[in-house]
């Protein structure tokens, strides 16, 4: 049988005398509790959110069966939590076995993060007694035997106090090392990849309801330098008509505003009658109901309010989507513009065209009348996708003046 090095890490020392029919135990181990862990059906939703995502981006039309399909899966996994909780709570044997390997794992990785910072301080016989009751603490674990487990722990317990005691105490650099290393990687998935971003006014409505948390793209545009609203190089595209972008608001830089990509840089863009005029273009547009009632919520009181719209589908250089209207066009706005595009900007708009404090009136800033365009640094991504909805005549809205769970939101994708 061969012996542990001072130097070797405990995981490796171990792994050199497992048998093939441990090894294969273990594995099974592994995986049944990665499959029954409340992470599981979490961690489901997120693989199979990666896919349904890039296949709506890159094919809209496939979200007519793509969204369903979604849906039914995630609430699969809903059941499959839920099962998992009660099962896990409900079995006292699994309970007790579930508490103890976490124990038992704690420790095993405690030593092994001392045995590796030590190294050949730690003495051989140490080593190969430590590694010895490892694998009795392992043996115990895989064959699901909860006595022996704790026995088998608590003699690994009283081997390493004995031996590296002194040694036990996590140092302050540490416990700085793992907090820095996750808010690393959430820094770079907010910053590079995606960040969630909650719908708090109804100027986009009916596309995105108040309530609606959507997923935005960080990367499409190119990666942004936050603070300095700058984006050294492109990635994919730059910002192109009809996309719906989150943006740090040029105006006032405390605030984030979602809006719609109405004109690029060089496009002169005029809104006549409420429709939209692109280089002197109308963009055609058709009337769907001439009395649509939107929900929309009151700022001061969080009250919520029927507003009643003329809602049109309006066709964006070939972006298809629902915009509405007032009844009766307000004083002043019956032509607006034009207004000219500058280089690395974009004109934007609102879906709820007027109720929108957007490029046409200062993006909501002093001065609305001044036009405000949105440069491309101050853009923080695309909206892809509505992953959760708290709005109006949701799942349990009569207990919380209105507002519920949209069920029927969910994986809704934002045209």
Known sequence: MSTASPSMKLGAAMAARRTPEQLKARRQLMWRELLTSLWAPLCGVGLAFIPYV??????????????????????????AF??????????RKE???????????ELLSEDERILARLGTKVQPAVAERITEQALRV?????????????TETQALEKLTQEHLGAYRKQSVWDFLGGFGKALLIALVIRTVLVEPYRIPSGSMLPTLQIGDQVFVNKFIYGVRIPFMNVVPFRIVREPKRGDVIVFNNPVDESKD???????????TVEIV????????EPQPRTL???????????DTTGRWFDQEEVLYRE??????????????????????????????????????????????????????????????GHIKGKAMVVWLSLGWGGLLGNLFGGTGLRVDRFFEPVR
């Not at 399909?69 to 699969?76: A, C, E, P, V, Y």
């Not at 505003?257 to 496009?267: A, N, Q």
């Open 257 to 267: 505003f979602i809006k719609r990509v109405i004109g690029i840089p060089g496009d």
């Open 95 to 105: 309970s007790q076995l579930r508490t103890l390997r976490h124990e038992a794992r």
């Open 138 to 150: 392992e043996a115990a674990s895989v064959a699901g035997n909860a006595e022996a487990l704790r």
């Open 315 to 376: 066709d964006l250089s070939g972006v298809v989507h629902s915009s509405l209207q007032h009844p009766m066009r307000l004083p002043g706005r019956e032509h607006e513009g034009p207004y000219t595009v500058p280089a690395d900007s974009v004109f934007v708009m609102g879906d709820n065209r007027d109720n929108s404090a957007d490029s046409r009136y200062n993006l909501g800033g002093p001065g609305g009348a001044e036009v405000a365009y949105v440069p491309y």
């Open 82 to 91: 839920l099962g998992l909780l009660v099962w896990r709570n409900a079995s």
């Open 273 to 280: 009658d409420g429709v939209v005029r692109i280089n002197g």
């Open 288 to 298: 769907v109901s001439p009395d649509f009632v939107v929900h929309n919520q009151d």
């Open 54 to 79: 890039t296949l709506i981006e890159m094919a809209p039309g496939t979200a007519s069966w793509a969204q369903p399909l979604m849906k039914g899966f995630g609430l699969l996994m809903v059941l």
